[in-house]
């Protein structure tokens, strides 16, 4: 094998591997020091490089998005007229866009009056979902979808005034219930995914990890 | 002057960390530690077998936060590998595979990891560059965007893992309209009960992490998950430690803090 094959095989992971080395050196350190402000200073720039590759990306996004939807109208695809819809916005935001920038007043206008009520109508869908999903779950399967009923129905009467005089003392157990059971399994769950982490890292520092530039 | 509480931490994460590359390294002596079964992955097989059997397709989605930043990016990387394998699957067993994503830096990856099942199973011909669909602009976008295409194409088998937002509700719900078998996973908290509740397998927390290495069934990967269950022992010994030696009054708060 070419030295050049070699190092073009080989330079995502080097560079993976002297970044992770950056990082857990950077990390004890705190930002008082020349040392400590140096590698702080690094790891930002290091992190705002996504930013830019994100950028970079929204090109590709929009090139796949356009070569998409005209192939649906010009196919004639099932709901292609929904494509149109998606190519006459797609010029709309980016014209507005161009005109006054993405804080000028014609994205502004789009932003409050298109995007923010098409988000709010989807955050009113999800209220019914999440009732349907409950709804499932509560069902008296087994013990632990008992469980997982009783607990929740305390917390809901919680959040409800009237139960607190109903029931008195049920806002104590609701607390304990989630400062406690909970809390201690959120913690234990941190520390599975903490490792499950460092495995990662370790995977794709030996090059094992395909998709973790391994 | 140096950050408080960086010792302990220090010294753990080099320590598991080390035990980890050990474990790895065994694996080249031969020796291979067991592991017992993902139920999520045998969910997906399940899956997959199913849409054969239906004649549907199979969708899958790595989330609506792939980010490129923090462990959004490392629960996305975990993502696309469970979608190189789901990939293979379905071009074993000849299911159509529809895959959404909510962000275009992670094209280049998911396009990869959509054509190497198919290609690493010899069939080429049935690579669609139109069944990976993009809905960038956040995930209100993405979430309306998968569930209408849930509902047009109707698939057997429903995938969402990886940094979920609230499409935990939105495509399990969706999934469940359509009677499709929802596999879902997250390393996120805040989703992960929403994720549990809409799904029929879930990849739970750092399983997400350790699906990749399950599936390339390569011996070195599979000795660093399971030496992660040696860390989970040493976390537990450390707390049972801790305990007494704070109730004896020995002073580890302060200790803890250097």
């Known amino acids: ?214 | 002057m140096i950050k408080t509480g960086w010792l302990l931490d220090t010294i753990l994460f080099w320590t598991i960390f080390i035990v980890l590359f050990i474990g790895a390294f065994m694996a080249k002596q031969g020796k291979t530690l067991k592991l017992r079964e993902l139920l999520a992955l045998e969910g997906i097989r399940e899956g997959v077998g199913r849409a054969v059997e239906m004649n549907k397709p199979v969708h899958f989605s790595p989330g609506a936060g792939t980010l490129l930043t923090g462990d959004w990016a490392t629960q996305t990387v975990a993502a696309i590998g469970i979608l190189a394998y789901t990939s293979r699957l379905c071009a074993k067993y000849g299911a159509r595979l529809l895959v959404s994503y909510p962000y275009a830096e992670w094209l280049p990856l998911i396009e990869e990891a959509y054509r190497s099942g198919f290609l690493l199973e010899g069939k080429p011909e049935m690579i669609r560059p139109a069944d990976l669909q993009p809905y960038l602009g956040g995930y209100y976008v993405f979430d309306t965007g998968v569930m209408r295409r849930l509902m047009d194409e109707r698939p057997a088998t429903v995938i969402n893992v990886g940094p979920i937002i609230w499409d935990s509700i939105d495509i399990g719900e969706t999934a469940k309209r359509i009677g499709a078998i929802m596999i879902g996973g997250t390393a996120r908290l805040l989703q992960l009960p929403y994720v549990v509740l809409t799904s029929d397998y879930v990849f739970i927390g750092e399983e997400l992490y350790a699906a990749g290495a399950f599936t390339s069934g390569d011996p070195m990967q599979i000795n660093t998950v399971a030496l992660q269950d040696l860390g989970k022992y040493f976390v537990l010994v450390m707390l049972v430690l801790g305990m007494i030696l704070l109730a004896a009054g020995v002073p580890i708060i302060q200790w803890l803090s250097i």
């Open chain 1, 1 to 214: 094998m070419s030295i050049l094959l070699y190092i073009r095989r080989n330079i995502d992971r080097a560079i993976l591997i002297f970044i992770t080395i950056f990082m857990l050196i950077a990390y004890p350190l705190a930002t008082t020091t020349d040392f400590g402000k140096f590698m702080t200073d690094w790891y930002t720039t290091l992190a705002g490089w996504s930013t830019l590759l994100g950028a970079w990306a929204i090109i590709v996004g929009v090139f796949v998005i356009v070569k998409n939807n005209v192939m649906n109208v010009v196919k004639k695809t099932k709901d292609w007229y929904y494509d149109i819809v998606t190519l006459v916005a797609l010029v709309i935001f980016v014209g507005a866009g161009f005109m006054g920038g993405y804080t000028g007043p014609s994205m502004r206008w789009l932003s409050t009056y298109v995007l923010q009520a098409v988000s709010t109508a989807l955050l009113g869908i999800e209220a019914f979902l999440a009732i349907s999903a409950y709804y499932r779950a509560y069902r008296l399967k087994n013990i632990e979808a008992a469980v997982l009923m009783i607990s929740s129905l305390i917390i809901l009467m919680w959040m409800g005034p009237i139960f607190e005089y109903l029931i008195p003392g049920i806002s104590n157990v609701a607390v304990w219930i989630l400062l406690n059971p909970n809390s201690a399994a959120q913690r234990a769950m941190f520390v599975g995914i903490g490792l499950g982490l460092i495995a990662l890292a370790v995977r794709s520092m030996l090059g094992r990890e395909r998709y973790g530039g391994g």
